[in-house]
């Protein structure tokens, strides 16, 4: 069985600071696929990366960042000079490949970014 | 981009009342989802189709069932709606292709209560 955490239930800072939230999962596939999605008060979730097990890389998209480390079973989202519009709930999920038709989600992370 | 559009935002109905979800996705996506999100709780699965009229019941399909009589189309049923079923419910869905591990494109969400 697979599981995802997103061990921060809500984080909270001022406009311009940095914030990482964290996502650890656990699965014994060697394949595998690991997304962030975020949901803005509108309610929609939004795709916003994906990642295989097999491509360690860490990517960066403008303030936004993802760190993927294997040997932790973690893939980190890092927002840089965090915005107000940033403001939202972010969910990390799992799936294995192949097999199951559904992913995994954590219980999301809420994110609040004070002006 | 998929578009998936869902029939309602906001929604008021009484207990007893039977009660239909509305999902469209504009795509020719095979899968299609329902969820219901709760604070704290995260998203847990109802009922997924991986094609016409194939569905799968998820984690938690007590009191729900679903049609997809058409590709585009993905609809939720409340037979007896009762106020435990009060949530936001959100629909998906995904290109399986050559792959069930592509993302998933969600509407915006209904937000239903049950008086």
């Known amino acids: 069985a697979q599981k995802v955490t997103q061990a921060q239930t809500e984080i909270s800072v001022v406009e311009k600071e940095d914030v990482t939230l964290d996502c650890v999962y656990e699965t014994r596939d060697t394949t595998y696929y690991l997304f962030w999605y975020k949901q803005p008060p509108s309610g929609e979730l939004v795709f916003l990366i994906r990642r295989n097990s097999f491509d360690e890389q860490n990517e960066i998209s403008g303030r936004y960042s993802w760190n993927f480390q294997k040997s932790t079973s973690s893939f980190n989202f890092t927002i840089t000079a965090s915005q107000v519009v940033d403001s939202a709930v972010y969910f990390c999920a799992l799936k294995v490949a192949g097999g199951s038709y559904i992913p995994t989600f954590g219980r999301g992370t809420s994110l609040i970014v004070h002006p | 981009d998929v578009k998936v559009t869902q029939s309602s935002r906001y929604l008021v109905k009484r207990t007893g009342e039977k009660v239909f979800l509305e999902c469209v996705q504009d795509m020719d996506h095979e899968n299609m989802f329902w969820y219901r999100q709760d604070p704290g709780l995260g998203l847990r699965l109802i009922y997924f189709s991986y094609d016409v009229k194939m569905k799968e019941k998820g984690d938690i399909p007590e009191g729900y069932s679903v049609s997809r009589e058409k590709k585009e189309r993905f609809s939720l049923i409340l037979e007896s709606a009762s106020t435990n079923q009060t949530s936001m419910y959100l629909c998906?869905?995904?290109?399986?292709?050559?792959?069930?591990?592509?993302?998933?494109?969600f509407g915006p969400g209904t937000r239903l209560t049950v008086l």
């Open positions: 998906a869905a995904r290109d399986s292709g050559s792959s069930r591990n592509n993302e998933q494109f």
